[in-house]
């Protein structure tokens, strides 16, 4: 087991179980995209802000991550979108890869380091064909290629379905062509107006799920460490994608299958046809995204999502209350001196029982909700140092915060004030003060206004006035 102790749910072997890279320090990393035929949703959002997570956090703890994730930019969708549309399916898929990595990057998603298409990647797709029909995997047919489901002794198994079972009850595709009702296409002949590239069974394009297959193997391997997505993907599409890499390499394709659950509204999974479909456009219209993000990690990955406005409206409570208790130890000890030495028990320094308590809880299968509850905890430890007027461990604290915040969950807390700006704002708080005593009220409320229009507000508690970071607009 990795001394950094991390354990991961893997969907392939149905229980958590300790994290072993391949490589010392190195994490290979595939994740499922979009098929780019609509604007991205909340749907969407759950799982790339997750596997972001995941991503940030094996980097805080010494990892190299190698980081894939495909657009799946031919597909019958995007074929059908550009018919109604009237543009060419190419133009449909930019115009929805575009939408996609603006709602990812103002979700504070880093970039994967690849992002290969199937329309790149197409003399790989037909070179692996090749090879599972030289290994009697799949067979042509008037043009089309279907691999042999029953072919391949372990399919089934990360699902864990019966072939009994799938062809009992499991939605096939109705083709009598085919030798058996579970073969599913690895190319599929052309239509007529439908794009189509030469292939050696005629002109056609790939089924959809060879496309992953190829793209992870050509990019990090024929085994690597973790493949993610939805947990709507595990059945059929990653049971293909074992079934295909592994009959073609006889290795084993993946070490950890993680998937993340689905985004419910009133218990019922989201989607177009029960009209409880959210884009993100739609969202960020009526909250931060910061919020939104802070929202899909506060609960476990692999549980359900219930989404509501009363939801995402304790969200933007919750998330409002660690922004602005950072925003006043930023304000406070801005400038305060950072003892030096070994650090003190309960000293927020390298390492402290909070943060120690939160990346405990991401080691844990990544469990954003526990590591979020120990957050609260650490601010409730803060507001008492800032009772106390504690400036010297609130400047550490405030740093370990944001890092914690920032750097590792991704849910940016607003900027830091620099100096001058802090400087500033203390001589706004003491004009007002001094306007009060005089009771000069209205140069109190111009330096409120003041200090209001740089984006804070000044509350006044029983240990004196405090400036903190004003709402964002939301709910």
Known sequence: ??????????????????????????????????????ESHLGHARCYVFFDTVKRFFKSQGFQVEHVQNFTDIDDKIIDKAAKSGEAPTAVAERFIRDYFDKMSRLNIERADRYPRVTDVLPDIVRFIEGLIGKGLAYPLEGDVYYSVRGFAGYGKLSKRSLDEMEAGARVEVNERKKDPLDFALWKAAKAGEPAWDSPWGPGRPGWHIECSAMSMKFLGETFDVHGGGQDLIFPHHENEIAQSEGLTGKPFVRAWLHNGFVTVNREKMSKSLGNFFTLGEIFGRCPPPVVRFFLLSRHYRTPLDFSDDLLRQAQSAYQTLRETCGIADFLAADAPVPAGPVAPGDPGEMNPWEEEFLECLADDFNTEKAIAALFRFRSEMLRKIQDRDLPWLGRARRVMRRLCEEVLGVLLGPEPGAPLVRELRDNLARREAARKAKDWRTADRMRDEVLARGFVIEDTSAGPLIKPAPESGL
């Open 1 to 38: 087991m990795d001394p950094r102790g991390i354990t991961v749910h893997n969907t392939l072997s149905g229980r958590k179980e300790p994290f072993r890279a391949l490589e010392p320090d190195k994490v290979k990393l595939y994740v499922c995209g979009i098929t780019p035929y609509g």
